[in-house]
């Protein structure tokens, strides 16, 4: 390491005095002019990283559904998935040392993780749309060049995006082409094999309604339109070139609001998604004839996608496990709907991505949604194995053509991480395929009335929770007494915990009625 040349590098990206961020599930995260220093120094890490585990590594510089003056960074392990904790800690260590105690981090890192110097290293970069983002990606690679690492800049694309070609180089094209076009033509292809499957099913079926959030979704979407099969017709809104990202729009949005989007004109019974800001999110929405709006969320998501791969399994026959991952904010009656009349099983863990992610691996199918929207399906290894096997090999018609659609299926969901692009596929294939509308799909199951807020706090460690955050641990008595107030409501529930980026107490509660919330 030229230590001279990391001294010199690192004056030109001075850290703020005063200033400590956090690495957390979305990496790190505050206002775009706090962070140059942040994405010197992050280039460095993924060099660190790459040579650590002989991969490529992906930095996404984004703030996702924050608002456009902010910006934050985050790096993507081997397959795709999100950075190992224990780097995370190392990230947090490098983002806070002082000028002076660089090098010494640096070195302590190496010893710590076995990094191998004469390993070459290989990053993956990508930003989203924010005006901030072009620069902030130069000091990224500033940082990678100082330690001599190669890097690769696709410039604009999805977070998802950037997590699919990761995981596609570092298979050695296995998952797909380490390019847009591949991951253009891989869901397509995909999607239109699904679509020639479909009954004929109107033209109202056919069109959607896509809010953009003004951000890189809409130059994505626009870039795949023409790979798209002719019946699908998109109609894309808040597409960037007037408003600003993420500003009274986007799945954020229209999940916390409970309303539509702005620039977004609906009519009776439309069929309309939001993306988030970096296209990793979605939620669909529609409204009825007498104008009510009705939000189709994560958990409604999950449990369309699992009534739909559930039938597919019993289709081919084969004893293939699969299970559903929440948290502690899915609506009950979705937990309720998937237990006792999908009788699939659904496992509740910790709130943040990496968790869901993590159980997901556990069984054969794995369908995680997180109620905001953020959620794809992993297959196992052998699953998968077995399915293309049986799409090829099978004798009985039936059993093979069920077979061909999980296939398809395979190759259409992205599962890397939640991607609002091949979710809304995946679910425009579905409602084609079962030939339903999108007021059949919500009338699935009636989610419970349910309320969430936040209290600021001195210091929100004072709560600490357990049973995937459903129960308070500490302060002593707190737990008591919700429970006592729960006690008087029928199919209530409710609990608080702590939030993992601000000092905030998080409250959710759910009833039979809005009233008793």
């Keep these: 390491m030229d230590s001279e040349a990391l001294k010199k590098y690192s004056a030109l990206h001075p850290k703020p005095a005063g200033l400590t961020l956090q690495y957390g599930t979305a990496g790190f995260r505050t206002k775009a002019e706090q962070l140059d220093h942040v994405m010197f120094r992050m280039g460095l890490l993924a060099v660190l990283r790459s040579k650590a585990v002989v991969s490529t590594i992906g930095i996404m510089v984004t703030a996702s559904h924050n608002p456009e003056e902010d910006n934050g960074v985050k790096l993507v392990d081997p397959l795709g998935e999100m950075l190992h904790p224990s780097w995370e800690e190392y990230a947090t260590q490098l983002a806070n040392a002082e000028e002076g105690e660089l090098q010494r981090i640096i070195t302590e890192i190496c010893q710590k993780a076995a990094v191998n110097h004469h390993k070459d290293a290989s990053v993956f970069i990508g930003r989203d749309t924010r005006p901030s983002s072009e620069k902030l990606s130069q000091s990224v690679i500033d940082g990678i060049s100082v330690l001599g690492g190669q890097y690769h800049d696709y410039g604009l694309v999805t977070t998802p995006q950037l997590h699919y070609m990761v995981c596609c180089r570092n298979t050695q094209g296995q998952y797909g082409k380490a390019t847009l076009e591949g991951y253009y033509e891989k869901l397509s292809k995909a999607f239109t094999e699904l679509i020639k499957q479909s009954p004929s099913s109107g033209e109202s079926q056919r069109h959607l309604k896509i809010d953009c959030a003004n951000g ?274 029928k199919l209530s529930r409710a609990f608080v915990r702590p939030s993992g980026t601000e000092d905030v107490i998080r409250i959710y509660a759910e009833a039979d009625t809005q009233q008793f919330c």
């Design 216 to 489: 890189i979704g809409a130059l994505k979407l626009s870039e795949m339109e023409s790979y798209f099969p002719e019946e699908v017709l998109i109609h894309l809104y808040n597409d960037g070139t007037k408003e600003k990202l993420n500003h009274l729009c986007g799945a954020d949005f229209v999940k916390v609001h409970q309303k539509p989007p702005r620039g977004l004109d609906m009519k009776p019974n439309e069929r309309c998604c939001s993306f988030d800001g970096d296209a990793d999110r979605i939620v669909y929405y529609y409204k009825d004839t007498t104008g009510h709006f009705h939000l189709i969320d994560g958990d409604k998501i999950a449990t369309l996608i699992s009534i739909f791969l559930k039938e597919l399994l019993a289709k081919v026959g084969q004893t293939l496990k699969m299970a559903v991952v929440q948290t502690a904010y899915a609506n009950g009656s979705s937990t309720r709907y998937l237990e006792e009349t999908l009788k699939v099983p659904v496992h509740c863990v910790k709130t943040g991505v990496k968790h869901l992610h993590h159980k997901a691996q556990e069984f054969d199918v794995g369908v995680y949604f997180e109620a905001n929207g953020h959620g794809t399906v992993l297959f196992s290894k052998a699953a998968e194995t077995k399915i293309r096997q049986l799409a090829k090999e099978e004798k009985d018609d039936e059993k093979r053509e069920a077979a061909k659609v999980l296939e398809n299926m395979i190759d259409l969901i992205n599962q890397t991480v939640g991607d609002a692009v091949s979710d809304m596929l995946v679910i425009e294939a579905i409602l084609a395929l079962k030939g339903l509308t999108v007021q059949q799909w919500d009338a699935i199951y009636t989610d419970l009335p349910n309320r969430l807020l936040k209290v600021q706090v001195a210091d929100r460690r004072v709560i600490d929770t357990t049973d995937a955050e459903r129960r308070a641990v500490t302060p002593s008595g707190l737990q008591e007494k919700i429970d006592a107030l729960v006690k008087n409501y």
